[in-house]
């Protein structure tokens, strides 16, 4: 059996890992592509950016994989849920026993 290279993709879209599909033992026209890997090898991403797969269909959807890649800049983290209050829920800790 012989191998190709996916391109896997996380729940946006973004670009995460290299990886492989094996052909399908009684179909060997067709590979055992992983839930949102793509056949399209992501584009170069200069420092501060990241490659996101866009396609209009879902990824469930054989026509998933017609999509392209778009170059954006790395979003920054939004703040942790206690970040955001501040210092509001204090140093207290709750016990729950």
């Known amino acids: 059996m012989t ?24 179909d060997p026209k067709r590979y055992n592509v992983a839930f949102r890997a793509v056949l399209r090898q992501p584009p170069a991403t200069p420092e501060g950016k990241r490659a996101r797969w866009v396609s209009e269909a879902a990824a469930t959807d054989p026509d998933f994989l017609n999509g392209s890649w778009v170059v954006e800049d790395i979003p920054a983290p939004e703040p942790a849920a206690d970040e955001a209050k501040g210092d509001a829920a204090g140093d207290e800790t709750i016990n729950p026993q």
């Open 3 to 26: 191998t190709i290279a996916t391109y896997q993709t996380d729940e946006a879209g973004v670009f995460l890992y290299e990886d492989k599909a094996q052909q399908f033992a009684l």
